[in-house]
């Protein structure tokens, strides 16, 4: 049964800082990897999807990155600003696409 | 930018009736899910429904769950008889083809009393 953890469970960094959010899963099986923010009481908004068959994907300040083979993604954001604060979620799907499994999310904090 | 919508927005029920979540997934979109989190829990798979049926479901979509799209644009969860454990903040998603990325809709907070 696929298991995905992140870490670490928060962060809190001043606003200007480049940072790394990671996740690991335990099976290597995977279809896509997905990044999501999501804001206290709110929805999920996607950030950045890989294809198992890709290394990274790069979406304005963020980046994302895959080794499928080692189970680990990473995903970093440079120039933080306090905007960003959320939790990060990592969710990966091994079934066609058809469902992901997410992880517990890494909550960011970003000072001004 | 289009979205997927989701009503109500906060639901109050109480232990044992019958609620519906309502969603209007995107237009153009084939493949339809749901999902719930349990206050501070992992968000979890239900169900995804595809070509008019559920493609695939987990352990916790048991015969208390139905999904339906009665009409072509409303994506519909009912849960037959609720219990407290069923309290949780469920979401609908929506995607045109699984290469992409999901868009969720903003969530319906479901509690039981």
């Known amino acids: 049964k696929q298991e995905v953890t992140q870490i670490p469970a928060a962060l809190s960094v001043p606003e200007g800082e480049n940072l790394v959010l990671n996740c690991s899963f335990t099976?290597?099986?995977?279809?896509?990897l997905q990044w999501f923010r999501q804001d206290p009481g709110k929805g999920l908004t996607s950030l950045l999807l890989?294809?198992?068959?890709?290394r990274e994907q790069t979406s304005g300040r963020l980046n994302a990155s895959l080794d499928k083979s080692s189970g680990r993604s990473t995903l970093y954001i440079a120039a933080s600003q306090p905007g960003d604060s959320a939790t990060y979620l990592c969710?990966?799907?091994?079934?066609?696409?058809?469902?992901?499994?997410f992880g517990p999310g890494t909550r960011l904090s970003v000072l001004p | 930018e289009p979205e997927v919508t989701q009503t109500p927005s906060h639901q109050v029920t109480q232990m044992g009736q019958e609620v519906i979540l309502r969603c209007v997934p995107i237009s153009n979109h084939l493949y339809f899910y749901w999902y719930r989190q349990i206050l501070g829990q992992k968000v979890e798979f239900l169900v995804s429904?595809?070509?008019?049926?559920?493609?695939?479901k987990s352990e916790i979509f048991d015969d208390q769950f139905s999904v339906e799209r009665p009409d072509g644009s409303n994506f519909t969860l009912k849960i037959r008889s609720t219990k407290l454990e069923d309290s949780a903040m469920y979401f609908c998603?929506?995607?045109?083809?699984?290469?992409?990325?999901?868009?969720f809709g903003s969530g319906t907070r479901l509690t039981v009393v």
């Open positions: 969710a990966v799907s091994d079934n066609y696409g058809q469902n992901f499994v």
């Open positions: 429904f595809y070509n008019n049926e559920i493609s695939e």
């Open positions: 890989i294809q198992s068959s890709q």
């Open positions: 998603a929506s995607v045109r083809q699984v290469e992409v990325g999901y868009t």
């Open positions: 099976d290597s099986a995977i279809y896509n």
